[in-house]
C-alpha cells in the first residue's frame, strides 16, 4: 500500500463524514471485495488490506484526527515525506495485516519517537509484539498507553494477554475484568479470562465467562471465535467446578476415565487439529493430561511393534521389549526437546503440556506405524498417501500445540517444530539402528 494514498477516497466518504458513514462505506466495500469471493486475484487481495487499514484509522476519533492532521501537512510542498507519525502508524497497521509483525514495530516505534503520547502506536506495537512472542515487550507497552490513558480498554485486553503467557494467571484475570468493566460487550476478553480462571480451576467462573463470550461471538457475528468458544464448552464436564475424584479411583473407573479422555480429546482435535487441541487440554486436569499424552505414546508403540513384526520380521531378530523401548524414544524425546524449547525462550507452560503435545503428535503416526507393516500389500502409492497426510497432520498439531499450550510465537514455533522432529527422528533411527545390529 502506498503511503500517500487517501484513506478518504479509498473508503469513498468525503473528509466530513460521519463514524456511521464509514461504517457504512466499509461494510458495503468488504462485501465487495473480501478476498473469498474472489480467489487468487492478488490485485483486489491488496485493495481489500487497503480498506481495512483506511477503515481501523478512520474509525477511532483519535487516530483520525491524527491522521487528518498528517494529511494537512503532507499536502504542503515544504514538508518532507514520510514523516508523519500517523504515516508511520498506518505503515505499521497494513504490515500487521500482512502479518509481518517485525517490520510493523519499527514503523510503531518510530511513529512514537515522533509522537512520545500517541497512544494507538503504544497498544497497536505491544499487540504486535504479543504476536511475536515478545510478552514483557508487549507487557511495557500496555503499561506506556495505560499511563497515557487510563481508560483504554486494548491495553487493558492485550496486558492481560502479555501477563497470562507470562505465567502470571490472576492478575491476566484482573486486567481481562478492566477490559471488560470498560467495554461490556469485549467478547475475546471473556474467552481469554474464561481460559485463565479454567486454568486455575475456577470451573463454575470459566463456564460463565465462555458462555457470554458466545453469546457476543454470535451476536458480532464473529463465526470463528463463536465456534471457538463453543467447542470449549463442549468440553466441559456436565457439572463444571465438581471436583475430581480420580484420585480415588478403582482401576476399572480410572481405566473407563482414561478412555472416557482419549475418546473426547481425539473427538476434539481430529478434524480441526489447530483449533481443537487447547479446548482438549484446558478440559483435563494435570494428571489426566498427562495420563492421556501417555496413553497416545503407548497406541504409537503398540503400532510400532505390530508394523515392525509384521512386516519386518524375516530381516532382523529383536525381543519385543527391545522393540517397546525404542518406540518409546520419539515421546520422550519430544516431551524433553518441548521443555528445553519453552526454557530457552522463557515461555509458560509445562511438562504436563510437553507430556501432552508429544503425545498427540504422535497419534497420526501410529497409523503410519501400523501401514508400514503391511506396506507391500498396501503399495507405494498408497504409502505415500498416508506418509503425506499423516506427517501434515502430525506437524499441524505440534504447531498448534507449540503456539497454543506452550505459548510460543508463530515465529518461534515454525523454527522449533522442524528442529525438533529432526532431533527425535534421528535419536528414534538411531535407537533402532542399535538393536537390530
Known amino acids: 500500500m502506498q503511503d500517500s494514498q487517501d484513506y478518504y477516497k479509498i473508503l469513498q466518504v468525503s473528509r466530513e463524514a460521519s463514524i456511521e458513514e464509514i461504517k457504512e462505506a466499509y461494510r458495503r466495500l468488504v462485501r465487495q471485495y473480501h478476498p473469498d469471493l474472489h480467489p487468487g486475484n492478488r490485485l483486489l487481495e ?7 487499514a483506511a477503515y481501523k484509522v478512520l474509525s477511532d476519533s483519535v487516530a483520525r484526527h491524527e491522521y487528518d492532521q498528517g494529511w494537512k501537512h503532507k499536502q504542503s510542498k515544504f514538508r518532507k515525506a514520510k514523516t508523519s507519525p500517523q504515516e508511520f502508524y498506518a505503515r505499521g497497521i497494513a504490515k500487521a495485516l500482512e502479518k509481518n509483525y517485525q517490520s510493523a514495530v519499527k514503523d510503531y516505534t518510530k511513529a512514537i519517537e515522533l509522537n512520545p503520547s500517541f497512544l494507538e502506536a503504544y497498544i497497536e506495537r505491544g499487540a504486535s509484539r504479543y504476536k511475536l512472542g515478545d510478552a514483557r515487550g508487549a507487557l511495557q507497552d500496555c503499561n506506556q498507553a495505560l499511563e497515557i490513558d487510563p481508560n483504554s480498554t486494548q491495553a487493558y485486553y492485550y496486558l492481560g494477554r502479555a501477563r497470562y503467557r507470562l505465567g502470571y494467571t490472576a492478575s491476566a484475570i484482573k486486567a481481562y475484568t478492566q477490559a471488560i468493566r470498560l467495554k461490556p460487550d469485549h467478547a475475546q476478553a471473556y474467552y481469554y479470562r474464561g481460559v485463565a480462571n479454567n486454568d486455575l480451576r475456577e470451573l463454575a467462573f470459566a463456564v460463565e465467562d465462555w458462555q457470554q463470550a458466545a453469546v457476543l461471538f454470535s451476536e458480532q457475528g464473529d463465526k470463528t471465535g463463536y465456534q471457538l468458544v463453543n467447542g470449549t464448552l463442549k468440553t466441559l464436564n456436565k457439572t463444571p467446578g465438581k471436583p475430581s475424584k480420580s484420585s480415588g479411583q478403582n482401576p476399572i473407573t480410572a481405566a473407563k476415565t482414561l478412555l472416557g479422555d482419549v475418546l473426547r480429546v481425539v473427538s476434539l482435535f481430529a478434524v480441526n487439529p489447530v483449533g481443537g487441541l487447547l479446548p482438549g487440554f484446558n478440559y483435563l486436569e494435570k494428571p489426566r493430561a498427562a495420563a492421556v499424552g501417555i496413553a497416545f505414546a503407548l497406541i504409537f508403540d503398540f503400532c510400532f511393534i505390530v508394523g515392525s513384526y509384521a512386516g519386518w520380521q524375516d530381516f532382523f531378530e529383536v525381543s519385543i521389549w527391545k522393540l517397546m523401548l525404542v518406540g518409546l524414544v520419539p515421546f520422550v524425546t519430544l516431551s524433553l526437546l518441548s521443555a528445553i524449547a519453552r526454557l530457552i525462550y522463557r515461555s509458560s507452560g509445562s511438562f504436563v503440556g510437553d507430556m501432552f503435545l508429544a503425545g498427540t503428535f504422535l497419534l497420526p503416526m501410529s497409523f503410519l506405524a501400523l501401514a508400514s507393516g503391511i506396506s507391500l500389500t498396501l503399495g507405494s502409492q498408497s504409502m505415500i498417501v498416508l506418509t503425506v497426510f499423516a506427517s501434515c497432520y502430525g506437524i499441524f498439531t505440534l ?32 535407537a533402532f539402528s542399535v538393536i537390530i545390529l
Request: charge should be neutral; aromatic fraction near 18%.
Open 399 to 430: 504447531y498448534s500445540g507449540f503456539t497454543n499450550i506452550a505459548n510460543l510465537s508463530e515465529a518461534r514455533a515454525a523454527l522449533v517444530v522442524p528442529v525438533m522432529l529432526l532431533l527425535s527422528g534421528w535419536l528414534f533411527y538411531w
Open 46 to 52: 491488496e485493495r481489500f488490506k487497503e480498506i481495512c
